[in-house]
């Protein structure tokens, strides 16, 4: 079945002058139209057009201007009457009311592209905060959005996220391990990222050699030490351990706590916890050796 096009096309509006000779004008524009149009009587209309400007075309034919090319002849010859009257006429009310809700709306979409902006501006400004290395960004270069191209924010080396996650150098930090289609980026851009995966990105990418984040468990673990309630007992049989005084366990040395020896161990061997060297009392009456973070498990805590 063939598809058929058709094309319809819509009245203009009627002429609304702001100027009292316009009937007697427009009847004398009539009259020169009834003759044949020669290309001189034509060059004359693109003449008075071009001197004049359109805005004073509109408002001597009452309605916007579209130009010779989409005018009638009349409205040639009603150019050409008014010119030699050195008519001067304000622009219709119509176009006025038109142009002043049009200038209106030209200033909200400005306001709120501004806005927009400033919104991205504070957004990069808190990630490039929050985040531990160094980046740059770049533009899309194959594709473009409503809002222009999407930019990413790509590390100035390689990064790494998570447990092992790499983040190759110049490349935007959202783009997946292996991507089949990478990205086509541009030099770096003097503006901010406004990529949500990267920016999502930022504050959990770290140096190669910086250690992986702490695991929920470990968190925990952390927050138990920095309460205060994780202490090495050396009871009086059997070796020292290391006990949670938060939680009373039901096997050996229960009134002790729970046993969290091989986890805090872990967190010893990061760097992240240390043992004081004096004894100090519990909240249960007991005496050992108190575990507290270091600078680099209150980072880890905090980061």
């Given at each position: 079945?063939?598809?058929?096009?058709?094309?319809v096309?819509?009245?203009r509006?009627?002429?609304?002058?702001?100027?009292?000779?316009?009937?007697?004008?427009?009847?004398?524009?009539?009259?020169r139209?009834?003759g044949?149009l020669g290309?001189?009587d034509?060059?004359?209309m693109?003449k008075v057009?071009?001197?004049r400007?359109?805005?004073?075309c509109?408002?001597?034919?009452?309605?916007?201007?579209?130009?010779?090319d989409?005018?009638t002849?009349v409205d040639?010859?009603?150019?050409?009457?008014?010119?030699e009257?050195r008519?001067d006429p304000?622009l219709?009310d119509r176009?006025?009311?038109?142009r002043?809700l049009?200038?209106e709306?030209?200033?909200?979409?400005?306001k709120?592209?501004k806005?927009?902006?400033?919104r991205?501006?504070r957004r990069?400004?808190?990630?490039?905060a929050?985040?531990?290395?160094?980046?740059?960004?770049r533009e899309?270069t194959?594709?473009?959005g409503?809002?222009g191209s999407?930019r990413?924010?790509?590390p100035?080396v390689?990064?790494?996220s998570?447990?092992?996650r790499?983040?190759?150098?110049?490349?935007?930090?959202?783009?997946?391990p292996g991507r089949?289609n990478?990205?086509h980026?541009s030099?770096?851009v003097?503006?901010?990222a406004?990529?949500y995966?990267c920016?999502?990105?930022?504050?959990k990418?770290?140096?190669?050699?910086?250690?992986?984040p702490?695991?929920?468990?470990?968190?925990?673990m952390l927050?138990?030490?920095?309460?205060?309630v994780?202490f090495?007992f050396?009871?009086?049989r059997g070796?020292?351990?290391?006990?949670d005084?938060s939680?009373r366990?039901?096997a050996?040395w229960?009134?002790?706590g729970r046993?969290?020896d091989a986890?805090?161990?872990?967190l010893e061997?990061?760097?992240?916890?240390?043992k004081?060297?004096?004894f100090?009392?519990?909240e249960?009456g007991?005496?050992?050796d108190?575990?507290?973070?270091?600078?680099a498990?209150t980072?880890?805590?905090e980061g």
């Amino acid at each position: 079945m063939r598809r058929r096009v058709v094309t319809v096309l819509l009245p203009r509006p009627e002429p609304e002058p702001a100027y009292a000779l316009y009937q007697e004008v427009r009847r004398d524009a009539e009259g020169r139209d009834r003759g044949p149009l020669g290309p001189e009587d034509l060059k004359r209309m693109y003449k008075v057009a071009e001197r004049r400007g359109r805005d004073w075309c509109t408002a001597v034919l009452g309605h916007a201007f579209p130009g010779i090319d989409r005018s009638t002849s009349v409205d040639g010859w009603t150019l050409i009457v008014a010119d030699e009257l050195r008519l001067d006429p304000p622009l219709p009310d119509r176009v006025v009311r038109q142009r002043a809700l049009q200038k209106e709306a030209e200033e909200l979409r400005a306001k709120q592209e501004k806005e927009r902006q400033e919104r991205e501006q504070r957004r990069w400004d808190a990630a490039l905060a929050a985040a531990g290395v160094e980046v740059t960004v770049r533009e899309n270069t194959r594709h473009t959005g409503v809002g222009g191209s999407l930019r990413h924010a790509a590390p100035t080396v390689d990064v790494l996220s998570g447990r092992s996650r790499k983040h190759p150098a110049d490349r935007g930090l959202c783009e997946t391990p292996g991507r089949a289609n990478p990205l086509h980026l541009s030099d770096p851009v003097n503006a901010p990222a406004n990529c949500y995966r990267c920016l999502g990105w930022m504050e959990k990418v770290r140096p190669l050699d910086a250690p992986a984040p702490p695991t929920v468990a470990e968190r925990r673990m952390l927050e138990l030490v920095k309460s205060g309630v994780v202490f090495t007992f050396r009871p009086a049989r059997g070796g020292p351990t290391i006990r949670d005084t938060s939680t009373r366990s039901n096997a050996a040395w229960g009134a002790l706590g729970r046993k969290v020896d091989a986890a805090v161990k872990k967190l010893e061997t990061k760097g992240w916890v240390r043992k004081d060297e004096k004894f100090s009392k519990t909240e249960g009456g007991h005496y050992g050796d108190c575990w507290r973070l270091t600078e680099a498990g209150t980072a880890a805590l905090e980061g």
